[in-house]
């Protein structure tokens, strides 16, 4: 159901479900929240490739799980809406940074996917993207929450509201995709390779700052921030990166 490799100190996890368009079910949540844990609790990976087997990326629901959850009482669907969420949050608190390598359809969930990770990377037109739930009578619940960080409330009412399907271009042009690419896959171990030589602690700590400070006055913001520029002169990256700076003068 996923496949998962370690190259060059990059974890690569790979929705392996080609004939149902990488779709997620159950089963596939729970195994993808195993890979996210065991990637983080790595100390030899440094960064973290999620991308889809086949010509999707992920194309939402299966069909399968849809028409089960369908007829499922509300403490089901509470418990299966948990589930989810924390596969999300999983990924989106990661202290590493995480790359999704589009190479087709990221659709509904599958968008949502696409947009906890740090990075995304799209072919520019064969990657498509959008949240069709309001053409089902559903609602992008829990992927709005991630959408509207990444590309703001006005845009994201427009992407969210329509349920318009738009490629990797539109989704560059609109903040969405951070970079675009005929081969997304190498493109994404390129930029796990540049990521992969900057101080992990660095990485973590810029991350959970980011984070943090999104939800912040300014003022709160910038005492935090102090705290944060504070501990960080104190790490052992902080030291060893100085003493290499000051060599190469």
């Known amino acids: 159901m996923i496949k998962y490799e370690v190259k060059n100190s990059t974890a690569v996890i790979t929705l392996n479900r080609p004939e149902k368009r990488n779709a997620l079910s159950s089963a596939l949540v729970n195994a993808l929240k195993d890979k996210i844990f065991a990637a983080e609790s790595d100390e030899s990976v440094k960064s973290i490739i999620i991308t889809g087997e086949g010509k999707s990326f992920c194309a939402g629901a299966d069909l399968e799980y849809l028409n089960t959850i369908k007829d499922y009482s509300a403490i089901e669907n509470e418990k299966d809406s ?128 980011v984070h943090t400070i999104s939800t912040m006055n300014v003022e709160s913001a910038v005492n935090y921030c102090l705290r944060m520029n504070v501990l960080s002169r104190s790490t052992k990256d902080f030291e060893e990166g100085i003493k290499k700076f000051l060599n190469k003068l």
């Open 82 to 209: 948990e589930s989810l969420a924390d596969m999300f949050l999983k990924i989106y608190n990661c202290s590493k940074p995480t790359i999704a390598a589009v190479n087709g359809a990221a659709i509904a969930g599958g968008c949502g996917l696409a947009s906890v990770c740090d990075f995304i990377i799209a072919h520019p037109e064969e990657s498509k993207f959008g949240y069709s739930e309001v053409k089902i009578g559903f609602i992008p619940a829990i992927v709005s929450v991630f959408l509207m960080r990444k590309i703001g409330e006005g845009k994201s009412k427009q992407f969210l509201l329509s349920g318009d399907i738009i490629n990797g271009k539109l989704a560059y042009e609109i903040g969405l995709v951070n970079y675009l690419s005929e081969n997304v896959f190498e493109s994404a171990l390129e930029l796990s390779e540049r990521l992969n030589a900057n101080s992990s602690e660095s990485m973590k700590m810029t991350k959970k700052m």
